[in-house]
């Protein structure tokens, strides 16, 4: 049996704001529930400002995959 459990994701945005819209779409439609959400501001020597965003996303746990019968 193989069950996801978790999922990390790793995104790219030119503006905070498209950042924050991003996670509030995840959120809004995610069959799990996401648990840790960063929003790191990077700077390129050539390109300038961006932002980085990861989200990590917790479907269940193994716990109850074994108690729920999955």
């Known amino acids: 049996m193989k069950v996801l459990l978790k999922q990390e994701s790793k995104y790219f945005t030119t ?5 924050s819209d ?12 996401v648990k840790k959400q960063t929003i790191d501001k990077k700077n390129h020597s050539d390109y300038g ?3 980085e965003v990861t989200i990590l996303e917790e479907f269940t746990t193994s716990k109850s995959v074994l108690e729920n019968g999955y």
């Open 22 to 33: 991003l996670i509030q779409k995840v959120k809004d439609e995610t069959d799990g529930e």
């Open 49 to 51: 400002e961006y932002f």
């Open 15 to 19: 503006q905070e704001s498209e950042a």
